[in-house]
């Protein structure tokens, strides 16, 4: 048997993909309270100190970001109020094109929360529950009914004139504020919407990612156009099915010479944990040459830089809304729309 050859442990992929997960997580909290300290500023009509708008918080409005993307499609105008929401929607879409849903597995803190909820979870009691298999593919289904709707709702049934108003709207100026009063003033129904997806999330690996994000699945599909793919090499396959073990999308990896799997993440846990070397790996679907795991790495933190750095240097990046505009809007924000 050909065993796999000693690694650097800080270049194994699960290492690497700890790190990024953990640094994006913090750079989420930072966001946040930056956000929290821009907003409360105008809540207190100025009595606690005015600081800068952190544009990064609207990755957290995919769907406005769906809304904003077809209107620059269809009407070639980019929204200047969350164009930062933009930016990011289409740096995820394009990094799934490329290098898998990555960004599930290495950079969304909702799913590197619910991740290190259900290990923590596992290490502590040992366990972690599995849907039975009948159940566990029509649950799966859920996520893409729910891409569906918004796919409908937005990108086929929205008309032009109707995108300009959605995004001139109030309503929209403040999105952002709404997203952070969910969390910080959260509704009883908030509540119980978020701790049963705790709960979920504890028992059951990656349940909210598996079931239920309309995002993950629009990502899980372009991923399939990815270039790059787990590989298994059966020359090099000793069988030891340890790939299949670890996997946390439930892939039958040690049965496949391709992983075309809508849910797989690209997360390397089955690549970093095969002791046979040279058996599996990320390499291009028609290509022999595979990509460490600290190159796939690399493509992730560039391809999300780069995404970044372009919106920032075309001017598409911070909001166009004044001081003045938050002044009025803010105070009232729970109010708007209803
Ligand atoms: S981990 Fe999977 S790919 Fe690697 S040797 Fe075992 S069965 Fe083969
Ligand atoms: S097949 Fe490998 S890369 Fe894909 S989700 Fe499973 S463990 Fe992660």
Redesign the pocket.
Known sequence: MKTALPRSPWLQPSRLRFLTQAALLIVCLYLGVRFGQFVRHFETFGATPAVPRPPGVEGFLPIGALVSLKHWLVNGVIDPVHPAALVLFVTFLALALLAKNAFC?WLCPVGTLSEWLWKGVHRLTGRTFRVWNWLDLPLRGLKYLLLAFFLKLIAIDMPAFALAEFLASPYWAIADVRMLHFFTAPSPLSLAIIGLLIGLSAVYRNAWCRYLCPYGALLGLLSLFSPLK?QRRREHCTDCRR?TA????R?E?HRKQT?R?L?????????GNCPAAGALE?APEFGRTGLPGWGFALLVVLLLAGGIATGMLTGHWGSALTYADYQQLIPIADRIGH
């Open positions: 597995s787990v790939c670890v996997c946390p999308a892939i990896v992983v799997s849910d797989c993440t690209g997360c390397l846990t089955c690549v990320l």
